[in-house]
């Protein structure tokens, strides 16, 4: 694993006196929980985790977080209207998007309503902690 990518994130959480709020948004609660597991691997990280869209819409905005991370491909609310809904409470949230079986149009579309970064699963460790490095620490 990077261990650059890991000090950069908890120097500037240090730096702010407080972690990085994260919400990690999947219908998959093993995929979530991977993915809260990923984060614990630095003190520079709170992890809230959502079900669904609506759970999502409603956590966003209930607090204010640092980065989202969604799926598209989700039962009732779909990620993309999620990604919509969240973008209109928060506009400067960075929403990274992660999907197993997204197409090439949805990925796009994701892009033009605000999703600042794409990740196809299955993601490393080394990947995923790189990305929440470069997109938190700008």
């Known amino acids: ?18 972690p990085f709020r994260i919400l990690i948004v999947d219908d998959e609660q093993w995929v979530r929980e991977v993915f ?6 630095t003190d520079a990280f709170e992890v809230d985790l959502a079900a669904d869209g609506a ?3 409603r956590m966003a905005g209930d607090k204010d977080y640092d ?13 993309m209207d999620a990604l ?10 960075p929403i990274m998007v992660i999907t197993g079986n997204a197409t090439d149009k949805l990925v796009n579309q994701a892009g033009i309503l605000g999703a600042c970064k794409v990740m ?3 993601i490393q460790l080394d990947h995923f902690v790189s990305e929440l490095a470069s997109t938190l620490t700008r």
């Open 1 to 18: 694993m990077s261990t650059t990518s890991l000090e950069k994130l908890s120097q500037k959480a240090k730096q702010r006196g407080e």
């Open 36 to 41: 809260r597991d990923f984060c614990a691997v």
């Open 55 to 57: 759970e999502a819409i």
């Open 67 to 79: 980065l989202v991370t969604l799926d598209l491909i989700m039962p009732d609310i779909s990620g």
């Open 84 to 93: 919509t809904e969240i973008k209109k409470q928060s506009p400067q949230v």
């Open 120 to 122: 196809y699963k299955p």
